[in-house]
């Protein structure tokens, strides 16, 4: 049972858009810590994709934006292209001193 | 270009012991908070633990404090973990990663990883 709530798995069609939640409690995204997000294509490392909420890395697409209210974040990504296919998965920190850095359990996509 | 390399990964008996390694490349080592980062098969990521740039604060996930120890040689630009009593359910492919710092810590960037399978 991950920290972090994540849907199981998004799908869309090519050119459409998804969001992926991740929701978290006010002892990690509720206590304002920051959310980051992670892509792991088919058989690879994972990447980072969106870091301190809403901020990417040089050479990620503006197809792909974070926001984060509350206790919850997410990611979306527009313009679906078949090499968007991949699991994504959020992180942040949490207070309980059993697990400082946390992830969601991960959502997979599929266009 | 920013390049972390991990090894060690292989086949143990349960309550065996292996020690991971991760080189890095293409920045200043010494000048980084560096992790452990793993996934079960099939599973999601799993946070393991952390180390700052001098090894004086290491941070562990509950379920391997005791068994797993983290450190690091700056001057081979390296990262270890010291993995002992091993369990079945510690078989995962381990990512090295460099920490970022900001307001909440992120993981950027990763190597490809290496395996370690837990089995009699």
């Known amino acids: 049972q991950s920290v972090l709530t994540q849907p199981p798995s998004v799908s869309g069609a090519p050119g459409q858009g998804v969001t992926i939640s991740c929701t978290g409690s006010?002892?990690?995204?509720?206590?304002?810590?920051?959310v980051h997000w992670y892509q792991q294509l088919p058989g690879t490392a994972p990447k980072l994709l969106i870091y301190?909420?809403?901020n990417r890395p040089s050479g990620v697409p503006d197809r792909f934006s974070g926001s984060k209210s509350g206790a919850s974040a997410s990611l979306a990504i527009t313009g679906l292209q078949a090499e968007d296919e991949a699991d994504y998965y959020c992180?942040?920190?949490?207070?309980?001193?059993?697990?400082?850095?946390?992830f969601g359990g991960g959502t997979k996509l599929t266009v | 270009e920013v390049q972390l390399v991990e090894s060690g990964g292989s086949l143990v008996q349960p309550g065996g012991s292996l020690r991971l390694s991760c080189v890095g490349s293409g920045f200043t080592f010494s000048n980084y908070w560096m992790s452990w980062v793993r996934q079960a098969p099939g599973k999601g990521l799993e946070w393991v633990a952390n180390?700052?740039?001098?090894?004086?604060?290491?941070y562990f996930v509950d379920s391997v404090k005791g068994r797993f120890t983290i450190s690091r040689d700056n001057a081979k630009k390296s990262l270890y973990l010291q993995m002992n009593s091993l369990r079945v359910e510690d078989t995962a492919v381990y990512y090295c990663?460099?920490?970022?710092?900001?307001?909440?810590?992120?993981?950027?960037?990763w190597g490809r990883g290496t395996l370690v399978t837990v089995s009699s």
């Open positions: 990663a460099r920490v970022m710092v900001g307001t909440t810590n992120w993981f950027h960037p």
């Open positions: 006010g002892s990690n995204i509720g206590a304002g810590y920051d």
């Open positions: 301190g909420n809403n």
């Open positions: 180390i700052n740039q001098d090894g004086s604060e290491k």
């Open positions: 992180q942040s920190y949490d207070r309980s001193p059993s697990a400082y850095w946390v």
